[in-house]
């Protein structure tokens, strides 16, 4: 099934509607894991805890029609692969890790189609309050 919609602006087209005719949206929030990333020697020794969302846009049309985990992207490789670039090797910004995690999950999952990544550093070396701290990155092919 095919629809126009007229589009005033690039600004409001969301995410899916720019991959593919069917992509559906899954996703996996709140992936705690200790890192040693940072820009201070404190934290790349003592290490922190770090926070990853992750979305995925794929078409589960198979996976419905066979009701299999054959049809459709495991969400349980997805978390390993996410934890271990956590837990993994070193660098000094949010932004390095969160390319890490995308990168990856191109590589290991073929079938998504596009990914969000929000990276949270919630014991950021702020002096002060704050909520939230992090990184979104999204890519589509």
Avoid: N
């Amino acid at each position: 099934m095919h629809v126009e919609v007229d589009i005033p602006s690039e600004r409001q087209v969301p995410l899916e509607a720019t991959i593919a005719p069917r992509a559906d949206r899954m996703f996996l929030r709140g992936l705690e894991a200790h890192g040693h990333h940072g820009v201070f020697q404190d934290e790349r020794l003592a290490g922190q805890r770090f926070v990853v969302d992750v979305e995925w846009w794929i078409d589960t049309a198979a996976a419905v029609h066979d009701d299999s985990l054959d049809s459709t992207l495991c969400y349980r490789e997805l978390f390993a692969t996410v934890a271990g670039i956590v837990t993994g090797p070193p660098c000094a910004l949010i932004e390095t890790l969160a390319d890490r995690i995308v990168t990856a999950l191109f590589e290991s999952f073929p079938e998504m189609t596009a990914t969000t990544v929000t990276v949270h550093k919630p014991d950021a070396p702020i002096v002060g309050s704050f909520a939230d701290l992090g990184v979104s990155m999204s890519r589509y092919r």
